[in-house]
């Protein structure tokens, strides 16, 4: 097993941990009366979560370093972020539908999954696997427009940078050397900036669409990127579990004043 190998299942294990302690205080917020969709659609996708973790580590560690199939975790990954739709999806109190909500969310997620399948090949399991995300973000879009809980500016701040980590991905699939170099930089540059800025606006909003969206950047930036990005994409991903809770928590807190 190589050095990233063990690292990868290090910080899987790490976050498995941080999964069943959200998992057991999920579970403790139900019993206490809180008994309602959001919570049990969060508890089935962490548990998701989990199970998709278990699997990636038995495999890495039964056959390690060596490309993974069309396996269990990836399902288990996509039940979790339908699960997490259908939780947010009982948040929304506005059902109104806009067009360029739902174009935005397919066309991003969309060029998502062509790099996807530009870095892998895999062109069968991206696009089939993808599709969840395109849900999820247009959920996500809809709950931060409806709730105001940022601003237009803010909005069309972030929707500009998450759109220029993906044109300066496109270079970086064939070029190399200083131009490579460059553009390598500018782009996980704009890439951890805007994740840093999710991380600052979940803090102060303690919004669970906001925490939502916060996690799925980190999603995507873990599919986006290299050895050492990835690795720390993987360690913010790790930090935004107990975030999401305490602002799913909240959720129910506000719903009950």
Do not use: H
Request: proline share 3%; with cysteine; net charge neutral.
């Amino acid at each position: 097993m190589s050095g990233l190998t063990l690292l990868d299942v290090i910080m899987t294990i790490f976050q498995s941990v941080i999964l069943v302690v959200v998992i057991v205080r999920t579970v403790q917020l139900m019993k206490s009366g809180k008994n309602e969709f959001l919570p049990f659609f969060f508890l089935l996708a962490m548990v998701s979560f989990l199970l998709s973790n278990l699997y990636w580590i038995a495999y890495d560690v039964l056959k390690p370093d060596t490309r993974m199939p069309i396996a269990s975790n990836e399902i288990g990954e996509c039940a979790m972020i339908l699960l997490l739709s259908a939780g947010l999806e009982s948040l929304l109190k506005d059902k109104k539908r806009i067009l360029g909500e739902i174009v935005f969310a397919f066309l991003f997620i969309g060029a998502n999954i062509a790099l996807w399948i530009a870095w892998s090949g895999e062109w069968l399991q991206d696009i089939l696997f993808g599709i969840p995300y395109i849900y999820f973000l247009w959920i996500l879009i809809r709950g931060i427009r409806s709730r105001e809980v940022l601003a237009r500016k803010e909005l069309l701040l972030a929707a500009v940078m998450s759109i220029s980590v993906l044109i300066l991905q496109i270079p970086l699939l064939c070029e190399k050397g200083f131009l490579y170099e460059f553009v390598n930089v500018v782009c996980f540059v704009v890439m951890f900036t805007l994740m840093v800025w999710l991380g600052v606006k979940s803090f102060r909003c303690k919004d669970f669409f906001v925490t939502s969206t916060f996690f799925l950047w980190t999603e995507l930036a873990m599919f986006l990127s290299p050895v050492p990005y990835y690795n720390l994409a993987f360690g913010v991903n790790i930090i935004v579990l107990p975030i999401m809770f305490t602002s799913m928590k909240r959720e129910l807190v506000d719903d009950l004043c």
